[in-house]
């Protein structure tokens, strides 16, 4: 029986590395984008190339516009596991900030995500096996001076994650969030090479994640052996911070 994967921002590298690792257990997938239709069209061509027997369908959709949702919905046939990967973060002191950028921040980790999957519970229901699981961040639950309103939106995905599980656990849903700690992605290419070394310096690991890194913990919470484990914030940190 196929099983359906929507990975909101296949396109970044967090979104890539899980769509390549479901795609390889066998998954088709909704390669959701917003302004890289080149990446994630890409995507789906090199997957339908490992993976004829599968689907890979690119689905373009602006997270911070609320109100298409429906449209989006329209799009998406079965159904089995949502993942959110899409992100964006500002980078200064909290008295800086602007409403529209903390609007954005709000509709594209926490606000669009909770309002698509109030139209999704059915879907998900229907096999029994539904799988919701979120990108947060340690930042959620440790807080980030300089990224004060990321931190928020972060630890509102935790928040919501942690209630909303109870809400569906009778329905085979799993609610979860995957927290990475420092991830070696292009959102950190706003830092230069002695920050990122000083961050770098902080982790026992002694290393960045990889994007794989934490696909690996998404894929695994996606398995139907992973019924039990729901409302949590997994922390994939290499021992930092959390």
């Known amino acids: ?16 590395s899980v769509a390549r690792q479901l795609g390889a257990q066998g998954w088709s997938l909704y390669l959701h984008y917003h302004r890289n239709a080149t990446q994630a069209t890409a995507l789906a061509a090199e997957l339908a190339a490992a993976y004829p027997q599968q689907d890979f369908l690119p689905l ?12 989006v919905v329209a799009q998406l046939f079965g159904l089995d596991a949502v993942v959110f990967a899409a992100g964006m973060t500002t ?31 059915d879907k998900l229901a229907q096999s029994g096996t539904g799988r919701v699981v979120f990108i947060g961040s340690v930042y959620g639950g440790s807080g980030s001076a300089m990224e ?14 942690h209630a909303y599980a109870k809400e569906v656990a009778s329905l085979g849903i799993t609610v979860n969030v995957v927290a990475p700690g ?19 310096a902080e982790i026992p690991a002694g290393r960045f994640a990889e994007p794989g ?23 994939v940190t290499g021992g930092w911070l959390q």
């Open 1 to 16: 029986m196929r099983r359906w994967a929507l990975i909101m921002g296949a396109s970044g590298d967090i979104g890539t």
């Open 60 to 71: 373009a959709y602006d997270l911070t516009d609320p109100d298409h949702l429906d449209q």
């Open 91 to 121: 980078y200064h002191l909290f008295k800086d900030s602007t409403v529209p950028e903390l609007t954005d921040l709000m509709r594209v980790h926490l606000l669009t995500p909770m309002a698509l999957l109030a139209r999704l519970q």
């Open 148 to 161: 004060v309103a990321y931190s928020a939106v972060k630890g509102g995905q935790s928040a919501f994650v």
């Open 182 to 200: 420092a991830v070696a992605t292009k959102m950190n290419a706003m830092f230069d090479a002695p920050a990122l070394a000083a961050v770098r």
């Open 213 to 235: 890194d934490v696909g690996y913990y998404v894929r695994m919470l996606l398995a139907p052996e992973a019924a039990y484990l729901t409302g949590q914030t997994l922390y």
